[in-house]
């Protein structure tokens, strides 16, 4: 089925101390969602009407916007806080903890861990054999589970990318340890933001354009496929993209796209007022995509969209 709005979340913030916060929420932040969770880290500030940065006292928040299925209600708290300011960090949700890793700062040097049902907070240190130079802010990341070695092992697997370069470390969550992970990837278009996306056990997904996809075994680290996904345009740029569905047979996979400066109206707004999708059916183990529809969710005016 296709995506469906859901309505706004109030932009009053009640919290459990009945607290009113009328300020917005920072800009650059890290994002995640565990469950019917929204959790927002980090962030730098919020940009006015006026288009100038205000700058917040503390940045550090963890932010949590959770649904009540019972009241269809939306309601903000405030987790607790990180160890360091972070600019963009990365979120990811693993086995009931959040890693936050990177952000642009001196805190990209450890990686702060929340676990969410006792509230603790951890912090690990980065290994100076794990830190690449200049240059320690993930784009993205991915489960993998290792089955190379004898002992199976889950990694979080994290994607850099700066200047045309790119690289991937991984981190074992339960030995703390750090390494490098051997790669064959295409390489980087210039100007281009790269997406990845783990399908099944070892396949994965390389998007630089929302029309032509490359298909990555993990096992084999070796190129299996370019796919051409021929209803998506060569202008359309893909921002995001995420699987709802997957078998051995197929993938549901939807692509968002940037919004199209011709079709914004200054006069009615300045911003975007609308995110165009499409949804994908990629057939295994041919590789074959197919566009089952393509819509756009109607979201009012925004200037940065967190997915």
């Known amino acids: 089925m296709d995506l469906k709005e859901r309505g706004r979340v109030t932009p009053d913030w009640p919290l459990r101390e009945n ?4 300020s917005p929420l920072p800009e ?3 994002l995640c969602s565990l469950g019917s969770s929204f959790y927002f880290a980090g962030g730098m500030g919020a940009i006015t009407d006026e288009g100038i940065i205000e700058e917040f006292d503390d940045t550090t928040k963890l932010w949590c916007l959770k649904y009540d299925d019972s009241t269809y209600t939306w309601t903000w708290s405030i987790c607790g806080y990180l160890f360091g300011r972070r600019i963009r960090p990365l979120v990811v949700p693993y086995q009931g903890k959040l890693y936050i890793f990177g952000g ?5 040097y450890w990686v702060d861990i929340y676990t969410i049902r006792s509230h603790h907070w951890e912090r690990r240190e980065v290994p100076s054999s794990a830190i690449k130079p200049d240059y320690m802010d993930p784009r993205s ?8 070695k004898p002992q199976k092992r889950t990694l979080i697997v994290l994607y850099f990318c700066c200047d045309n370069r790119q690289w991937l470390l991984s981190y074992d969550v339960n030995a703390n340890s750090w390494g490098d992970v051997d790669y064959n990837f295409p390489l980087v278009p210039e100007y281009h933001s790269r997406q990845l996306l783990r ?9 630089d ?7 990555y075994d993990l096992a084999k680290k070796e190129l299996l496929a370019k796919v051409v996904v021929n209803d998506l345009d060569d202008s359309e740029i893909m921002s995001d993209i995420f699987c709802c569905h997957h078998t051995n047979e197929e993938s549901l ?3 968002f796209m940037e ?8 006069e009615e707004s300045p911003h975007p007022q609308s995110v165009c999708y499409a949804r994908v059916k990629l057939q295994h183990p041919t590789f074959a995509a197919k566009v089952e529809s393509k819509s756009s969710l109607k979201v009012g005016p925004y200037i940065h969209r967190y997915m």
Request: glycine content about 4%; aromatic content about 18%; hydrophobic content about 50%.
């Open 259 to 266: 919004p199209d400066e011709k079709v914004v109206d200054p």
């Open 104 to 108: 642009e700062s001196n805190a990209a």
């Open 199 to 207: 399908l099944g056990c070892n396949h994965l997904v390389i998007l």
């Open 28 to 30: 650059f932040l890290g």
């Open 209 to 215: 354009f929302a029309k032509v996809w490359y298909i």
């Open 141 to 148: 990341y991915f489960l993998w589970e290792d089955t190379t």
């Open 253 to 255: 996979i939807y692509v």
């Open 19 to 22: 607290l009113l916060i009328n």
